[in-house]
């Protein structure tokens, strides 16, 4: 069975820093496409970064700069770095695990990224 299980969210003051991890089982990890995405209340979900089964990551224009995705294909996890967090950062982390772009894929749970003074 697919698992994706995030941790490392939390209250954070503006400027702060967050480390998100997500363990990953029941895939063929190293050939997935890995994804962190958030949903703001009332807001769309969204991307903030993903990277590829080769190691080549992508981010949204609001994060560049400030966050870092990065994979472990042993340990079979994903992890976002968060530096500088704003307020607009706020939101549910979700974990996502597909092996092309046309596929849906699998999502973790979430965990709660909270950015305020």
């Known amino acids: 069975q697919v698992q994706l299980v995030e941790s490392g969210g939390g209250l954070v003051q503006p400027g702060g820093s967050l480390r998100l991890s997500c363990a990953a089982s029941?895939?063929?990890?190293?050939?997935?496409?890995m994804g962190w995405y958030r949903q703001a209340p009332g807001k769309q979900r969204e991307l903030v970064a993903d990277?590829?089964?080769?190691?080549?990551?992508n981010y949204a224009d609001s994060v560049k700069g400030r966050f870092t995705i990065s994979r472990d294909n042993l340990r079979k996890t994903v992890s976002l770095q968060m530096n500088s967090l704003k307020p607009e950062d706020t939101a549910v982390y979700y974990c996502?695990?597909?092996?092309?772009?046309?596929?849906?894929?699998?999502w973790g749970q979430g965990t709660q990224v909270t950015v305020s003074s």
């Open positions: 996502n695990a597909r092996r092309s772009l046309a596929a849906v894929g699998n």
């Open positions: 029941g895939i063929i990890f190293s050939v997935n496409r």
């Open positions: 990277i590829t089964s080769g190691g080549a990551p």
